[in-house]
């Protein structure tokens, strides 16, 4: 924030100035620039492609751009002939339209006429031409500033192209710019005319208006009605103005100063007037600058002052009234920042303590005196300031309370504490207890409240307040048009009311990490800002959802923070997790959206409840039930281990999750504990692409093709080489390359890239396939297997390989013909499951299996003491070769539980998802149809919609339904 001060050649006209200036400024920022370019296919090999640019991507606001479009073939040579038309928005015109293509180049002059465009938006050109199509998004530059009030001496200064004396309502600078502004003062004086002074983003200060004693920096005294750049000027970070002279604070802490010089105001050791910018003498490491009446004051980095020039009210603060024309020290340090107004310097120190010195003699020093004082002297009161303001005749303390307190001339209500009497010691400001910010002008104040108002008091002779009068106030006002003003800075001495216009408003939706529940209340907020972190307060905003949402409320207003907040309810239960759902809130004419991902769950949940994590309180939940989990990614797969039943899901993300029973550990998280209702991550896994569970253990199949196993490992099957529980995942050894995994009862085998197959763990049926009955707690490779191609390993000791020729190989335990080779006798090495081809899939459960075949149907051996083989009885005997489950022809998936079997059948003509089919045991209501009677044909499962996947646990009594998105 600057300040400019004017200078007073003669000191009894300056001590209360009479022409005023608000000077308002605001953080800029200017959008990304998108240049998009587009190329539309074609059925033809020849079709051109078009690229469009300006200088720099930027287009004035008010004025010429010279605009190129570039074509080339599809070789990227470029093209000669043809013509290019350019069009753009409503209020552009270009010169020529239609420009012929030459050497790949077509150019034309563009030119705009919206002078109050917005600077930092976008203007979009659009080029065409046979065959292609392009666009390209030019930033506007302009200016982003506004003068109202007086309109100096001569009349034009304020730099609006306006000749009248008084300019009402504002108006937008004339001059547009190259670079936003991002500060401006002025200066004015009765017999010298006024000036002002605008600092661009990027370090360069322009100017307009009276030029008697160079104030210009432009080398003359000539004066000028239209805005010019200070040549040669660049890297100015600060300005200020006095009433003829202007400083300029550089990046490198350096300070130049150009105008009159008649009290050594330039501080060049002289006191010959400089018409350019000259460097002020023995200042380094500035950081901040003001000045007022004919003297200057400088903040440096180290906290110290530097002061000179007119020193006739002891202004200087060395305790003399004798003027310098080079820097001196005030005594000061530990100095957060300096303001001087009339003919007073005001120095915040970091201790929250003011400083006031120079002249005093309408209560300006605060010190409950009226006198000059030639000292920095202390503020009556004053110990928590966090910011400083000065008018021309008049101080302003904002305390860290948000309490402002004002002092010295109160002649029009500068002071703004609802009279006119002059105060000498701090008094309240009325209705401004809340203040975030303060500046001052020669007569007037501006503070912004934390509510995000603005309000002002003091002089209004020109009309200063905006109110559309021109009544001096003396109790602080709400100010009417200032949604777009970012922030007010401060130039007692200028001659015209400039206000820095802000970013356009923006309204930004969020949630919690920006994401939403399928079903249940979402707490939502909207912010509102007006100009760059300038919340706007009472804003009203409007909520809107999709379709079937519910928003409580679906309007609110926003706090002092710019917050409005309300409630979401998707009422979608079923939105797929990691979908993402938009929520948009309008205000002050802006809408603003967030996409909110969805989390839920896309899985329902039938059979024994002990460990499905659904809603459910009882063991049985004969129909399907989502899961109430919810994940923060989709589910990909489940996995239900036998017996000491426990769930996994992995999640599309690659992590793992787990629930139910814990005796051995198989939940993985390092604890023993039972967990029936409570899904959590398996710590350190990730990148996990496949999962399965055994009874009392688990494995995970890692991206890179390692595994890791946790849980009960009695009998060696977390083949990590050791003999014990283990409640986190450990590596199985000497596995890098797996492609697939599958857990037996009390054993483990992996499928390698090379199409053969691992085992480990319990082996007294032969079901490690080795040759042996020998347990083993390391991999061994199952023999004479090779080109495998699926595995899937069976809950009651028995395994299963697919090769590439459709048949299958079995071995471990066959007591009850589970191996479908036509016996009841175990098997140590895989032998052939007799008169089943063309398999697809293999689903074994606990003594018997299923194999879908590519015709569509399901073949099935082993017991079927519940009517798990779908044939329509049920038999105690073994069926030891296979036979085909019953009406069912064009299944696409099976799964198979402890003792029943699943299957999606293909949809009818039309449908997009499959039918559920379920047979054999129920006593649970793993099947899903609302009953625990048990079927011995396949019976339809209902309640369950969009189902891409049945994931039965093998030797469980629980099924999980996965769900399609959407």
Not at 357 to 381: C, E, F, H, K, L
Not at 388 to 400: Q, Y
Not at 843 to 851: K, Q
Request: charge should be neutral.
């Amino acid at each position: 924030m600057t300040e400019t001060l004017a200078p007073a050649d003669d000191a009894a006209s300056s001590a209360r100035l009479s022409r005023r200036t608000v000077l308002a400024g605001s953080a800029w920022a200017v959008p990304a620039i998108v240049v998009t370019t587009a190329t539309p296919a074609f059925a033809a090999s020849t079709a051109p492609t078009l690229a469009v640019t300006a200088p720099n991507m930027q287009t004035v606001a008010a004025g010429t751009t010279p605009v190129t479009a570039t074509a080339t073939d599809n070789t990227g040579q470029p093209l000669t002939g043809g013509v290019v038309t350019f069009s753009g928005p409503a209020g552009t015109s270009f010169s020529p339209q239609n420009a012929t293509i030459t050497n790949g180049v077509a150019t034309t002059t563009l030119t705009t006429t919206n002078t109050w465009a917005t600077p930092g938006s976008t203007l979009t050109v659009t080029a065409s031409t046979t065959g292609a199509t392009t666009t390209a998004a030019l930033t506007m530059l302009g200016a982003n500033a506004r003068a109202g009030g007086y309109n100096g001496n001569p009349a034009g200064s304020a730099g609006t192209g306006q000749t009248g004396t008084t300019i009402r309502p504002p108006a937008q600078l004339s001059q547009v710019f190259p670079s936003p502004i991002v500060a401006l003062s002025g200066g004015s004086h009765p017999f010298a005319g006024s000036f002002s002074v605008a600092l661009l983003q990027d370090g360069t200060v322009w100017t307009i208006g009276s030029n008697v004693y160079g104030a210009l920096g432009d080398g003359t005294t000539t004066s000028r009605a239209t805005w010019a750049r200070v040549p040669s000027l660049t890297g100015v970070t600060r300005v200020a103005c006095t009433l003829n002279s202007v400083y300029a604070v550089l990046n490198d802490g350096r300070v130049l100063a150009w105008g009159y010089n008649g009290s050594g105001q330039i501080g060049d050791g002289t006191n010959i007037d400089r018409s350019i910018p000259t460097a002020v003498g023995g200042i380094t490491g500035a950081v901040e600058i003001s000045a007022t009446g004919g003297s200057a004051i400088a903040l440096l980095s180290t906290g110290e002052v530097r002061t000179w020039g007119y020193n006739g009210y002891g202004q200087l603060g060395n305790g003399t009234t004798t003027s310098s024309n080079i820097p001196i020290s005030p005594g000061l340090t530990g100095v957060a920042q300096v303001r001087a107004g009339g003919n007073t310097c005001y120095a915040l120190l970091s201790n929250g303590q003011v400083r006031a010195w120079g002249y005093g003699r309408d209560g300006q020093i605060g010190n409950a005196a009226s006198t000059d004082v030639a000292v920095p002297t202390a503020v009556s009161g004053i110990t928590t300031a966090t910011q400083i303001s000065a008018g021309s005749n008049t101080g302003f303390a904002l305390l860290s309370t948000g309490e402002l307190r004002g002092w010295g001339y109160n002649g029009t209500g500068s002071v703004g504490d609802g009279t006119t009497t002059n105060r000498n010691s701090p008094t309240p400001v009325v209705g401004a207890a809340d203040a975030v910010s303060i500046v001052s002008t020669v007569g007037s104040s501006f503070a912004q409240l934390a509510t995000g108002e603005y309000k002002g008091w003091g002089s209004n002779q020109y009309g200063e307040l905006n109110d559309g009068t021109t009544i001096n106030r003396a109790t602080p006002i709400t100010l009417p048009g200032t949604d777009d003003i970012a922030s007010f800075q401060a130039a007692p001495n200028g001659g015209a009311v400039l206000t820095l216009r802000g970013a356009a408003p923006a309204v930004s939706v969020t949630s919690a990490n920006q994401q939403i529940t399928a079903a249940g209340d979402t707490p939502v907020t909207a912010t509102v800002v007006n100009g760059p972190n300038q919340p706007a307060a009472r804003k009203t905003v409007a909520f809107t959802g999709p379709n079937g949402a519910t928003l409580t409320p679906a309007s609110a207003t926003t706090d002092t923070a710019g917050v409005a907040s309300t409630v979401v309810n998707l009422n979608d239960t079923w939105a797929t997790p990691g979908s993402t759902r938009t929520i948009t809130a309008a205000a002050n004419g802006t809408t603003g959206t967030a996409a909110l991902t969805v989390l839920g769950a896309n899985a329902y949940g039938i059979g024994n409840g002990l460990a499905l994590g659904t809603p459910a309180t009882t063991s049985t939940v004969p129909t399907p039930t989502q899961l109430k989990q919810v994940f923060p990614s989709p589910i990909a797969s489940l996995a239900v281990g036998w017996s000491t039943v426990f769930s996994l899901a992995l999640l599309e993300d690659g992590t793992v999750w787990s629930i139910g029973n814990n005796q051995n550990g198989q939940l993985g998280d390092g604890t023993t504990t039972n967990r029936p209702t409570v899904w959590a991550r398996v710590a350190g896994l990730s990148n996990v692409t496949q999962i399965s569970a055994g009874q009392g253990f688990a494995m995970a199949l890692l991206a890179s093709g390692e595994i890791r196993s946790w849980g009960r490992n009695d009998r060696g099957q977390l083949g990590n080489g050791t003999i014990g529980d283990t409640p986190t995942p450990v590596a199985v050894t000497g596995i890098t390359t797996a492609v697939s995994v599958s857990c037996g009862i009390t054993s483990g085998y992996a499928l390698l890239a090379d199409g053969t197959v691992r085992s480990w763990g319990r082996n007294d049926n032969g079901q490690l396939g080795n040759g042996s009955t020998v347990d083993t707690s390391t991999p061994v490779q199952v023999s004479g297997l090779a080109g495998v191609t699926l595995i899937a390993a069976a809950n009651g000791e028995a395994c299963f390989a697919l090769l590439p020729d459709g048949t299958l190989r079995s071995w471990g335990r066959n007591n009850l013909g589970q191996l479908g080779d036509g016996t009841t006798t175990d098997k140590s090495t895989p032998v052939s499951v007799v008169g089943v081809t063309g398999v697809t899939q293999i689903a074994p459960g606990d003594t018997f299996c299923l194999a879908l075949t590519s015709a569509g149907t399901i073949r099935a051996w082993g017991s079927n003491a519940t009517g798990q083989l779908g044939i329509g009885t049920t038999s105690t005997a073994a069926t030891t070769t296979a036979v085909t489950v019953s009406g069912i022809t064009t299944a696409t998936q099976i799964s198979a539980g402890l003792q029943s079997g699943y299957a999606i059948v293909s949809p009818n003509s039309g449908g997009q998802y499959g039918t559920l089919r379920s047979w054999g045991a129920n006593s649970w209501g793993q099947l899903g149809d609302g009953t625990t009677t048990q079927r011995t044909t396949p019976i339809a499962i209902g309640g369950a919609s969009s189902v891409t996947a049945i994931l039965a646990g093998n030797g469980a009594t629980a099924a999980y339904l996965l769900r399609a998105p959407r």
